[in-house]
């Protein structure tokens, strides 16, 4: 059977771009990736450009790495990210298609209030699944029913309704995404995937062991004033455990709780803020570590048929 | 030969640039200063991981020698579990990393893994991570059950011991007795992390409320919703 370009279309959200571009090693799964057909918006763009270099700047601030070191790691992401420029789908050409107020159409539809990239991400998907170029700069569409992959639980929470009622497609995170670009290539091994998913894991995995020793040690030294606030107690003990047993659901109402109330808890909302990408991984049921450990224990069950 | 020269400038005084010495160690020496060690027979940098681990090898061997200055190395890793949330080429790197020490330094170097048991790393786990050239080299397991009420209280009059200025009747003062039992059964079978927790926050709520020692089962109960929001783990 010859094989033909598949017809699988993807968009991409900022943390599982980022992600993909920390766990890949000699750009080998950049490479997988182009058996897909990948979009991003610019706002996912531009907010990979600027988050990108957070955890080499933290590892420095922590380790004092090298400004050789540092600077070589920084041309390898920049090379990585040029690799992600070119399937980037311009806003205007969405407001060219689909009108100027397609955006406030889609704010008045989900009821979502932040222009983030899940936002964005969301317009490009309706976009897409509407009006997909069958080939660039050609004015021939097809309808299509995509994937948005994002790490984000909660931000997949908020879109779901949008994406199944809009019929535009699926929300995966990037677990699916690596199992996906695994099983169109015939040179990708399980091995490999093995290794990759548990690179991913690693990548949310160390954020929060990092996130509970910060606030355990924090803990010890409260101030007088928080050692007798029960609300405050109580919730910091709350998050510890739950980090702790790797249940995330409802850790960001303990976060807001916090952050409602600055002037008291200032210091901590300064560590929780370091931890951003703890916090998407709230979901009320199967949360994305013990998905990819879940998938790793099964492995077999994956292999190419 | 370059290990061995670079062992000859830590132990002799022949190189007496402390500073370019320290640099080297920590790679951050340039060209131009790298030609200063030349005339030790330390002609390159320290490049790979093996380099370090011949290094910390060759020095273990020297500090033990015979004997003589020291007895023996121990290296001591605390949060070992930690190992699960490495990527998966820091793992290698890992292992290799314990294999090569303990192959190139035969004698006098005991290693001690401390490893705690959490949600993301559990001891059947244990094979997925330590590769078998690791595992193949562990001479002892030694687990630690979480404390009975006996052992905890044992322990508890050995550590305040330590911070006595004075004798008391009382071996557990600045707490009673059966505020100690009291808390140990309301907090069920635990670590001795959390009883420990438990423990140092009543001292700091009785400080803070000058409450006179020694604390008893009232005082508990007056607090028992923060301490017990302790419970942890």
Same mark, same amino acid.
């Given at each position: 059977?010859?094989?033909?370009?598949?017809?699988?279309?993807?968009?991409?959200?900022?943390?599982?771009?980022?992600?993909?571009?920390?766990?890949?090693?000699?750009?080998?799964?950049?490479? *997988?990736?182009?058996?897909?057909?990948?979009?991003?918006?610019?706002? !996912?763009?531009?907010?990979?450009?600027?988050? !990108?270099?957070?955890?080499?700047?933290?590892? +420095?601030?922590?380790?004092?790495?090298?400004?050789?070191?540092?600077?070589? +790691?920084?041309?390898?992401?920049? *090379?990585?990210?040029?690799?992600? +420029?070119?399937?980037?789908?311009?806003?205007?050409?969405?407001?060219?298609?689909?009108?100027?107020?397609?955006?406030?159409?889609?704010? +008045?539809? @989900?009821?979502? $209030?932040?222009?983030?990239?899940?936002?964005?991400?969301? !317009?490009?998907?309706?976009?897409?699944?509407?009006?997909?170029?069958?080939?660039?700069?050609?004015?021939? &569409?097809?309808?299509?029913?995509?994937?948005?992959? $994002?790490?984000?639980?909660?931000? #997949?929470?908020?879109?779901?309704?949008?994406?199944?009622?809009?019929?535009?497609?699926?929300?995966?995170?990037?677990?699916?995404?690596?199992?996906?670009?695994?099983?169109?290539?015939?040179?990708? $091994?399980?091995?490999?995937?093995?290794?990759?998913?548990?690179?991913?894991?690693?990548?949310?995995?160390?954020?929060? !062991?990092?996130?509970?020793?910060?606030?355990?040690?924090?803990?010890?030294?409260?101030?007088?004033?928080?050692?007798?606030? *029960?609300? &405050?107690?109580?919730?910091? =003990?709350?998050?510890?455990?739950?980090?702790?047993?790797?249940?995330?659901?409802?850790?960001?109402?303990?976060?807001?709780?916090?952050?409602?109330?600055?002037?008291?808890?200032?210091?901590? =909302?300064?560590?929780?803020? @370091?931890?951003?990408?703890?916090?998407?991984?709230?979901? $009320?049921?199967?949360?994305?570590?013990? *998905?990819?450990?879940?998938?790793?224990? #099964?492995?077999?069950?994956?292999?190419?048929? | 030969?370059?290990?061995?020269?670079?062992?000859?400038?830590?132990?002799?005084?022949?190189?007496?640039?402390?500073?370019?010495?320290?640099?080297?160690?920590?790679?951050?020496?340039?060209?131009?200063?790298?030609?200063?060690?030349?005339?030790?027979?330390?002609?390159?940098?320290?490049?790979?991981?093996?380099?370090?681990?011949?290094?910390?090898?060759?020095?273990?061997?020297?500090?033990?020698?015979?004997?003589?200055?020291?007895?023996?190395?121990?290296?001591?890793?605390?949060?070992?579990?930690?190992?699960?949330?490495?990527?998966?080429?820091?793992?290698?790197?890992?292992?290799?990393?314990?294999? %090569?020490?303990?192959?190139?330094?035969?004698?006098?170097?005991?290693?001690?893994?401390?490893?705690?048991?959490?949600?993301?790393?559990?001891?059947?786990?244990?094979?997925?991570?330590?590769?078998?050239?690791?595992?193949?080299?562990?001479?002892?397991?030694?687990?630690?059950?979480?404390?009975?009420?006996?052992?905890?209280?044992?322990?508890?009059? %050995?550590?305040?011991?330590?911070?006595?200025?004075?004798?008391?009747?009382?071996?557990?003062?600045?707490?009673?007795?059966?505020?100690?039992?009291?808390?140990?059964?309301?907090?069920?079978?635990?670590?001795?992390?959390?009883?420990?927790?438990?423990?140092?926050?009543?001292?700091?709520?009785?400080?803070?409320?000058?409450?006179?020692?020694?604390?008893?089962?009232?005082?508990?109960?007056?607090?028992?919703?923060?301490?017990?929001?302790?419970?942890?783990?």
């Amino acid at each position: 059977m010859e094989r033909r370009m598949n017809q699988i279309t993807c968009v991409l959200d900022a943390c599982s771009i980022i992600n993909l571009i920390h766990i890949d090693e000699n750009d080998f799964l950049l490479k *997988k990736l182009k058996n897909i057909d990948f979009y991003l918006c610019e706002k !996912v763009f531009k907010e990979v450009n600027i988050n !990108v270099f957070d955890k080499i700047n933290k590892i +420095r601030r922590n380790e004092e790495l090298n400004s050789q070191v540092v600077k070589a +790691r920084k041309e390898e992401i920049n *090379k990585k990210l040029n690799q992600f +420029r070119s399937n980037q789908m311009l806003d205007y050409v969405i407001k060219h298609d689909l009108g100027d107020d397609i955006f406030d159409e889609v704010r +008045r539809l @989900t009821g979502y $209030t932040k222009y983030n990239g899940e936002f964005y991400s969301a !317009v490009l998907a309706l976009y897409l699944s509407r009006c997909k170029p069958l080939k660039h700069n050609s004015n021939d &569409f097809i309808p299509t029913k995509l994937y948005f992959h $994002t790490d984000d639980y909660p931000a #997949k929470n908020e879109f779901d309704s949008f994406y199944r009622y809009q019929q535009i497609g699926y929300i995966e995170d990037t677990a699916d995404l690596l199992i996906l670009i695994y099983r169109l290539d015939d040179n990708f $091994t399980l091995r490999q995937l093995d290794i990759a998913l548990n690179d991913l894991f690693s990548e949310y995995a160390t954020e929060v !062991v990092l996130l509970k020793r910060k606030l355990r040690n924090y803990k010890k030294n409260l101030p007088k004033n928080l050692i007798r606030d *029960k609300f &405050f107690v109580n919730n910091l =003990n709350l998050l510890i455990i739950k980090l702790e047993n790797i249940d995330f659901n409802g850790i960001i109402d303990i976060k807001d709780g916090f952050v409602m109330n600055n002037s008291k808890y200032g210091t901590i =909302n300064k560590i929780l803020k @370091t931890y951003e990408p703890v916090f998407e991984l709230d979901y $009320t049921s199967l949360n994305l570590l013990n *998905k990819i450990k879940s998938i790793r224990e #099964k492995l077999e069950t994956i292999h190419k048929i | 030969m370059q290990i061995q020269s670079v062992l000859r400038g830590i132990f002799s005084d022949e190189v007496k640039d402390i500073n370019l010495l320290k640099k080297y160690l920590y790679g951050n020496i340039t060209n131009t200063e790298l030609k200063g060690l030349n005339d030790y027979d330390i002609l390159r940098r320290l490049n790979s991981d093996s380099d370090y681990t011949k290094l910390l090898a060759g020095l273990f061997s020297c500090l033990t020698y015979n004997k003589k200055v020291y007895s023996t190395v121990i290296i001591w890793f605390d949060e070992f579990e930690d190992l699960s949330i490495l990527s998966s080429s820091n793992i290698d790197k890992t292992n290799n990393f314990l294999r %090569e020490i303990l192959d190139n330094t035969p004698n006098n170097l005991l290693i001690f893994l401390n490893l705690t048991q959490t949600a993301l790393f559990g001891l059947e786990d244990l094979g997925e991570y330590i590769s078998e050239a690791v595992r193949s080299r562990i001479k002892e397991r030694i687990s630690f059950d979480l404390p009975t009420k006996v052992q905890f209280k044992d322990y508890l009059i %050995e550590l305040l011991s330590f911070f006595r200025l004075s004798k008391y009747e009382n071996e557990y003062y600045p707490f009673e007795e059966n505020l100690i039992d009291k808390i140990i059964e309301e907090k069920g079978n635990v670590s001795l992390r959390s009883l420990n927790e438990s423990f140092s926050l009543l001292l700091e709520i009785a400080d803070i409320e000058n409450e006179e020692p020694p604390l008893t089962v009232a005082y508990f109960e007056k607090n028992k919703e923060e301490l017990m929001g302790w419970k942890g783990e």
